[in-house]
């Protein structure tokens, strides 16, 4: 209950300081006016602590309790100058975000510079939920670069494709002590693009070809292994790897084929009969294959045609146009 009220009241305090703020422009130096800091639910129990020895001190006449009361209560408010002081002129600006598949874990970093002494059990986590999971790390002494900067890393899980964004990212501390919690936000509008999860069971690569094109083009045949896929009803044993199986790598299947002269299309219409995500994870797998085939490849969506093409930038090209996609 403690809990819940200082996170409601941490939460008020900064949607009231902090509205129409955001995104910010990097780097963002926290400054006195920025940090601010509550008793923790430590802090509570100990603020109580100290009322009972109070109140016991006048009622029985206890010197020597007077003189713990003041004592812990001086500790206590020194603590609370430390806590506020391992997060002021920490100076943070965003990170590179890579992107990645639906179902991953994406990584936000921030950067840190730091020209004062060490600070130490700095938190990051994403803001406005009480539950979420922080990261933490020590940010070393005399940085003032960027070359030499200190990066905490925030891990968010993406369930869906698309342009996601970290949202508020709150700095916190609770150090030396832990009765005093002091945080801060940033939000620099950081993103992660997230790409659709690939379709394992799409199999081999589609025969859609232009004849007009140059290049190999996988077919279906039974010269040679193409790739592996999840295992489907009625896939004959001899289709099975076994040295997959014997890896506890699950149930996959062998592909075989041959190889045509031409360039691949890999058409989003050609799909018709399943639905939209499906259709894109199935694209997405493909993409992977050709590339990792070097068949040169092209793309067709109903608002995008992209040329057959190979290589990083061409996958990475097509991957993010699969994971736009919005229907017109």
């Not at 179902?103 to 406005?128: D, M, W, Y």
């Amino acid at each position: 209950m403690i809990a819940r009220f200082s996170f409601n009241l941490r939460q008020r305090i900064s949607d009231w300081i902090f509205r129409a703020r955001f995104p910010e422009a990097a780097p963002v130096v926290l400054t006195q006016r920025r940090i601010f800091i509550l008793p923790s639910r430590t802090g509570y129990f100990f603020a109580f602590v100290l009322f009972l020895l109070l109140i016991a001190s006048i009622n029985y006449s206890l010197s020597l309790g007077y003189l713990l009361t003041f004592l812990l209560a001086g500790m206590g408010s020194m603590s609370m100058l430390h806590t506020f002081r391992n997060l002021v002129t920490l100076v943070i600006s965003p990170g590179k975000v890579a992107p990645v598949f639906a179902g991953e874990t994406a990584e936000f970093h921030l950067v840190f510079r730091n020209a004062r002494a060490a600070r130490f059990a700095v938190g990051i986590k994403r803001a406005r939920l009480a539950d979420a999971s922080p990261a933490f790390g020590d940010i070393a002494a005399g940085i003032d670069s960027t070359e030499q900067s200190t990066q905490l890393i925030l891990p968010m899980v993406m369930a869906a494709r698309g342009l996601h964004s970290a949202g508020r990212i709150e700095i916190f501390t609770e150090y030396p002590v832990g009765l005093f919690h002091a945080w801060s936000y940033v939000d620099f509008g950081s993103t992660c693009l997230v790409y659709p999860k690939p379709d394992s069971g799409a199999g081999a690569l589609p025969i859609m070809a232009n004849n007009q094109g140059e290049g190999n083009m996988p077919t279906a045949g039974d010269e040679e292994f193409q790739s592996l896929r999840a295992y489907r009803a009625g896939d004959t044993p001899r289709q099975i790897a076994w040295k997959a199986l014997a890896r506890e790598q699950g149930l996959l299947v062998k592909e075989f084929g041959a190889t045509t002269s031409a360039d691949l299309w890999l058409d989003f219409a050609a799909l018709a009969g399943i639905n939209q995500e499906l259709r894109l994870s199935r694209l997405t797998w493909w993409v992977l294959e050709a590339e990792r085939t070097r068949v040169p490849y092209g793309l067709k969506l109903p608002n995008l045609t992209l040329k057959p093409a190979s290589g990083q930038a061409h996958r990475d090209a097509c991957l993010r146009a699969l994971a736009l996609y919005a229907p017109s």
